[in-house]
């Protein structure tokens, strides 16, 4: 995926782009759905989901990086990014679930 993102190399198999793009997908409509909700535990379920995406989505490019030898600004860019959102997903998740202090 790295490779088809950032024009490397060529890529031979459409597979990993295709399942990429549904995962993406999903995600997206697990957003979409969540955001006309009130419930907690449903943003609470959402905002894992996206930090666990976000995690898994970053060890795998991190590993990609490391494999190819290659540091270049456009995938320490990236790894930001990814790291970025995992932070912001889980402090949100964390802020959902406190309880309102009592006035």
Do not use: D, H
């Amino acid at each position: 995926m790295y490779e088809a993102v950032f024009n490397k190399g060529t890529v031979s198999s459409k597979t990993s782009t295709r399942l990429y793009g549904g995962a993406l997908f999903s995600i997206s409509l697990i957003l979409w759905n969540s955001m006309y909700t009130v419930e907690k535990v449903i943003i609470r379920w959402t905002l894992l989901t996206e930090a666990c995406y976000f995690s898994i989505q970053l060890i795998v490019t991190t590993v990609t990086v490391i494999e190819s030898g290659s540091a270049t600004m456009a995938a320490a860019v990236l790894l930001s990014c990814c790291l970025l959102f995992v932070l912001v997903s889980i402090y949100f998740y964390y802020q959902v679930g406190r309880r309102p202090k009592k006035i």
